[in-house]
């Protein structure tokens, strides 16, 4: 165990790792040695941020949570510290199923681990501060907390409360003290960007804020990430079109396409609506790439629906995809309406189906993309290749470009690359 250090451990979704990032700047403005590595564990303190928004998430907290209880009692550790949302959600629960823990806090009273500490923060950090865990060229910056939609299977709404948007203002100065810093990429995050700023402006204001953030200088890639399909802001199409740093790509989760489920998933939109929608999408800002996620198994879903499903992914085409089963969550309008009638190993089945279906799709889509040469991020170097990325790759989870190593090329900046080769879900390439 080290005294005055602090190891923080970050699951879940990118939001909680910028709160993790916020909480690490202020505990080493405190005069703390912050540690993120969750395979290094030795602080006198380990904060523990959990993910609650489905059963495997939780498991996994629960799960890290029972390991730090067990280098806490073999004295490898000292004190233990939760927080995010499994505990904002099942705080009392928590205390009593898991006395190990010697604190919890929620999702947005983490501040309250600086004031237990009695640590001294000095005046002049700003609320927006962090350290950054990314590899220093690229960062997620959250424009809001919560969501207003209430899906039917989603407990997020639950969790964090209603839709808050940050002020334009704060967000820019956050963007130019990070450009300051070296960040070149911004992923911008949240619940549901599709809502940002009613709240606070009493009208949709993404498309401002995103004209405004890539006119900072600095500012090399701006990519978009969780719009929310229904009553989308159409006016922030012309501004990803404008702006050449503003990537061409967009997160938006679609769950399904039959008009039966998303009437019991309560998502606010139509088959045909959705439809539309990707076709406007992809006319206003061509070249698009649309990252998207399906959900299988949801209560109504039979045959003809997942059928029906499979031939909308035939048609859209969609870059980039993921799927998951349904889960039943506990609170939550489904789990309070409807039963839980599609057996797992239905579940299992159709999500294999569906991702193998997409599998070919994205082998196609990446074979097209042979010959052609992109500006490509390098993130990292290995043994054989540089790794980058280019504008339609978020981090973590699309597809990376390995690039055959050359003269030139360095960790953090861009190359210019050719494709040579392509897999479903990598692409090689080389500098010509």
Request: charged share 30%.
């Amino acid at each position: 165990m080290v005294r005055k250090r602090i190891d923080i451990i970050t699951l879940g979704c990118s939001k909680n790792l910028v709160d993790s990032e916020r909480l690490s700047r202020r505990l080493a403005a405190a005069g703390y040695e912050v540690v993120n590595d969750s395979d290094d564990v030795r602080g006198e303190i380990v904060v523990v941020n959990t993910c609650g928004f489905i059963g495997d998430a939780k498991q996994e907290s629960i799960d890290t949570i029972l390991e730090l209880a067990e280098a806490k009692r073999h004295g490898r550790i000292g004190r233990i510290f939760v927080m995010g949302c499994l505990s904002q959600r099942y705080f009392d629960d928590l205390k009593v199923e898991l006395p190990e823990v010697d604190r919890f806090y929620g999702k947005f009273d983490w501040d309250g681990i600086i004031a237990d500490l009695r640590a001294a923060v000095p005046a002049d950090v700003k609320p927006y501060e962090r350290l950054i865990t990314t590899p220093s060229h690229y960062t997620y910056l959250k424009i809001s907390e919560g969501c207003n939609r209430f899906c039917a299977f989603c407990a997020i709404p639950l969790i964090t409360g209603r839709h808050t948007s940050v002020a334009i203002e704060e967000l820019e100065e956050e963007v130019r003290s990070l450009v300051g810093h070296g960040v070149k990429e911004f992923n911008v995050i949240a619940q549901d960007l599709s809502s940002y700023g009613i709240d606070l402006y009493g009208k949709p204001m993404l498309a401002e804020l995103i004209d405004r953030l890539a006119s900072i200088e600095g500012v090399e890639w701006l990519r978009l990430h969780y719009a929310y399909p229904a009553q989308f802001p159409w006016e922030v199409l012309p501004v990803m079109a404008r702006h050449s740093n503003v990537c061409r790509y967009l997160d938006i989760a679609l769950q399904h396409i039959s008009d039966k489920v998303l009437g019991n998933m309560r998502r606010h939109i139509t088959k045909a609506e959705t439809i539309e929608l990707i076709e406007r999408i992809r006319r206003e800002v061509p070249g698009i790439h649309l990252r998207t996620t399906l959900m299988v198994g949801f209560p109504g879903e039979g045959e003809t629906e997942f059928e029906e499903l499979k031939e909308f992914v035939r048609w859209a085409r969609f870059e980039r995809m993921g799927a998951f089963a349904y889960s039943e969550e506990e609170g939550t309008y489904a789990a309070k309406q409807f039963a839980d009638e599609v057996p797992e190993e239905v579940k299992e089945a159709r999500l294999a189906e569906i991702m193998e279906l997409q599998e070919d799709i994205a082998l196609e889509l990446n074979e097209e993309k042979v010959g052609q040469t992109f500006k490509v991020l390098i993130d990292r170097e290995e043994d054989e290749f540089f790794v980058g990325r280019t504008e339609f790759d978020s981090p973590e989870v699309d597809p990376e470009v390995l690039v055959r190593k050359s003269g030139g090329l360095r960790v953090g900046e861009f190359a210019t690359v050719t494709i040579t080769e392509a897999l479903p879900f990598e692409l090689i390439g080389e500098i010509k």
